[in-house]
């Protein structure tokens, strides 16, 4: 029954970002050809292909190195958070971790985090509530680095953005997210009230031991032996990111001029469209890049093209190989280890 329900909750999640991705092909499909969809002489999908096969590789090439040095340098980092909590696991172990997570998030988004802490948790005997407090500590670095890279864009190009914003964006909408943020950080403050009052009461109850372990991993962060390494990784990981962007510009005909202004826009956009609940952002990724192009005179059909080169090289190529390669690898390495 389980497994049913996980295979539903897949299904669902590739329904929402395929449903998206359709509907914004239907749409492209229509302004490319100007004619009704029916029309066989006109195919966006033969674009698409054309384009594709247009792209300059070696920029791909590049940017997957960029893309693996982002991954060395958020491991470096994780390492770090979980030896301020005692813990030294293998590099290897924490890599491979971190990629097959990745990969599961292609399938339901949100839950490569917890495969990550899983597979610590099997290969290196960190215990489950330590390894998630890990977790934790690294997604609030990444939350606050993007506000950061939010506040820089605004700061930047403003003008740009509330363009955007202004032309695409439902203004009810924003409202209600940000109604739902608050009331989610009111709950999370209440819940984490009741429990330090249970933990203060003494109780022995397994959950609230493991909830008060959860607790101190949390504050062991603030023992970091070095903080500024820690901001240098993040630092590394956010550049990254970001050239991987800007670069595949220069892969792209019809985007190869545009200037590193543009590529910081496009990449916070890209990067709020793969927070979204979809299979690694497919879908909502295209639909924010799409438009955030066209706001400076990339046509729809070649930006819808530029959106797809992208996620589909980094976001499900790549991801969906290294996945699948450390998903194999863990095992055979540990395994070798656990000989030695």
Not at 40 to 61: G, R, Y
Not at 168 to 194: H, N, Q
Request: proline share 3%; hydrophobic share 55%; glycine share 6%.
């Amino acid at each position: 029954m389980s497994r049913l329900i996980q295979g539903l909750k897949v299904l669902i999640f590739i329904i929402i970002g395929g449903g998206i991705l359709w509907l914004m092909y239907r749409s492209q499909q229509s302004a490319y050809c100007d004619v009704p969809d029916s029309d066989l002489d006109c195919s966006l999908l033969d674009k698409l292909l054309a384009d594709f096969a247009s792209i300059d590789w070696k920029w791909i090439l590049i940017i997957l190195v960029i893309y693996m040095i982002s991954n060395v340098a958020r491991t470096l980092r994780w390492k770090q958070i979980l030896a301020a909590d005692g813990y030294t696991p293998q590099f290897v172990n924490t890599l491979g971790s971190i990629m097959v997570g990745y990969f599961v998030n292609l399938g339901i988004p949100r839950a490569g985090e917890i495969a990550r802490t899983a597979l610590l948790t099997r290969y290196e005997s960190v215990p489950l509530e330590k390894s998630l407090a890990s977790v934790v500590v690294d997604r609030v670095a990444d939350i606050v680095s993007l506000l950061i890279i939010l506040a820089l864009a605004f700061l930047f190009a403003g003008g740009d953005l509330y363009q955007y914003v202004t032309e695409y964006a439902d203004p009810s909408i924003l409202r209600k997210l940000m109604y739902v943020a608050f009331i989610g950080a009111i709950i999370g403050v209440i819940c984490i009230y009741i429990i330090r009052r249970l933990i203060k009461q003494g109780s022995e109850h397994w959950i609230i031991q493991k909830a008060n372990s959860f607790l101190e991993s949390l504050v062991s962060v603030s023992k970091l032996d070095n903080v500024w390494l820690f901001v240098l990784y993040t630092v590394v990981i956010w550049i990254c990111y970001y050239f991987m962007t800007y670069l595949c510009f220069f892969a792209f005909e019809p985007t190869s001029h545009l200037s590193a202004k543009v590529g910081f826009i496009i990449f916070v956009l890209g990067t709020l469209g793969i927070v979204f609940p979809s299979p690694g952002g497919m879908g909502s990724y295209q639909f924010l890049v799409m438009n955030g192009l066209m706001l400076y005179g990339i046509e729809s059909a070649d930006a819808f093209s530029f959106s797809n080169i992208v996620f589909f090289a980094i976001q499900l190529f790549c991801n969906l190989l290294l996945g699948i390669f450390f998903f194999i690898l863990l095992p055979l390495y540990n395994m070798k280890s656990n000989e030695a």
